[in-house]
């Protein structure tokens, strides 16, 4: 008796044949839907109905990468330097690949750096953090003696007070990379800084704390004991792993919502006093120079800011008309965000983005803004607004209070323009 053919299976070439139809009815259906040209357009696409070498050889076992890598498709994702922004690699910084980013959490391996002595080797073992001046018990710590504390993981951004330094006077770096990348968003791991601070025991008068970190450099800060013992950490680890060296292994300083030189690194002494220390990062440095020639020190908050992060110069528009997501970044040294707009005309007009994931207090938020781009020019602004109603302003508006003569604290409104065909630049509105 002959099979029944109704009954058998099909064969490879029905089933590709079935398949090749398939896709090219839903191509057609995408194509529509989202204005893109797919293969449906000119027949079968082969990357879809043909076998491919990935589908039939075997890949790495789980033995070949004890620690994981990102696709070498991704090789492009990286920090970079700008090589004439400072004199010296071991005192310069990179920046992270913003434009390349999605979500909220920077991937440790892209935290941008920056290094005032190079990134100090420490072996754990040897690493001790002291506690002295005006408390009660001079304390010295091993890392085994801070594992025994009780911690907290917290989500917080670390933004460089020169981040954006080079636009004060104009346009300068073409990248969101280099003129916003002095910023990372992670979850750190650590010690609330107000627990060791009562193992030691605060005598009468004492207002104010000196970190100071075991680099090359003998990195200091003054930071008010108000401040210390709010929110402060001590951390060791971040996004669930150890410090990277880069980012001070085995211990840091971590002061939410402040500006980045505060944060020391390879954290090894905290002095308690009654007074700040007046040292060279908050004196000759890390202050903001006005237009009548004074400075402001002490300024510490990292202001409500925002940056579109895609389309920008290193992430033009490359498909064409039709439907288009805008994304970006947006954060306050104060709080959460309450509110980002998105602008597609300069600031003339504003649509309200989508705020989406965590919004957590001194954190970045990732924002969202979808639209049927018609191909004409763009120029595209974000202007984010904090719970406490602080409004991020235009570069004008912020030269108008400080000069240009400061290259700390720039969180104006930043503008990209889009061209017809897609490239993307930084310019400036006047």
Not at 98 to 119: A, K, M, S, V
Not at 190 to 200: D, N, R, V
Request: hydrophobic share 35%.
């Amino acid at each position: 008796m002959s099979e029944d053919p109704r009954n058998s299976p099909p064969s490879r070439q029905d089933r590709r044949r079935f398949l090749t139809g398939g896709i090219a009815a839903a191509g057609g259906l995408a194509a529509t839907a989202l204005g893109a040209r797919t293969a449906s357009a000119t027949g079968p696409d082969p990357l879809i109905t043909e076998i491919q070498e990935w589908n039939q050889v075997l890949g790495a076992g789980v033995d070949e990468t004890p620690y994981g890598v990102p696709s070498e498709y991704e090789s492009d994702v990286v920090r970079r330097t700008v090589s004439w922004l400072t004199a010296d690699p071991v005192s310069s910084i990179n920046f992270t690949p913003l434009h390349e980013l999605d979500g909220i959490i920077t991937p440790n391996g892209l935290c941008f750096e920056r290094h005032h002595g190079g990134t100090a080797q420490i072996d754990p073992a040897d690493h001790r953090l002291m506690i002295h001046g005006m408390v009660e018990t001079p304390l010295v710590f091993t890392m085994a003696d801070l594992m025994r504390f009780p911690r907290e993981s917290r989500v917080y951004f670390l933004e460089c007070a020169a981040n954006s330094g080079m636009e004060w006077r104009g346009a300068q770096l073409n990248g969101c990379q280099f003129t916003h990348g002095m910023i990372h968003n992670v979850m750190y791991t650590g010690i609330p800084l107000k627990l060791l601070l009562q193992e030691a025991g605060l005598r009468d008068g004492a207002a104010w704390l000196l970190g100071e970190g075991a680099d090359a450099s003998g990195m200091t800060r003054s930071i008010p004991l108000d401040k210390a013992l709010d929110d402060c950490l001590v951390a060791f680890k971040m996004n669930g792993e150890a410090l990277r060296p880069e980012q001070g292994y085995p211990l840091r300083l971590v002061v939410p919502g402040w500006e980045g030189n505060m944060w020391i690194k390879w954290l090894r002494r905290i002095e308690v006093g009654d007074q700040p220390w007046h040292h060279r990062e908050e004196t000759s440095k890390y202050t903001d120079l006005l237009t009548n020639g004074k400075a402001r020190r002490f300024t510490w908050d990292m202001d409500v800011k925002s940056v579109i992060t895609n389309p920008s110069p290193q992430a033009p528009l490359v498909h064409g008309r039709g439907q288009t997501v805008i994304t970006g970044l947006a954060w306050s040294g104060l709080g959460t965000i309450r509110r980002v707009d998105v602008s597609l005309d300069g600031g003339r007009n504003w649509q309200t983005a989508r705020i989406d994931g965590p919004s957590l207090p001194k954190s970045v938020h990732r924002f969202y803004y979808d639209f049927d781009w018609d191909g004409s020019e763009l120029m595209l602004q974000s202007r984010a607004m904090d719970e406490f109603g602080h409004v991020q302003p235009t570069k004008n508006a912020l030269r108008a209070v400080r000069g240009e003569n400061s290259i700390y604290h720039n969180n104006g409104i930043q503008t990209w323009l889009v061209r017809a065909n897609g490239e993307t630049e930084n310019v400036e509105i006047s």
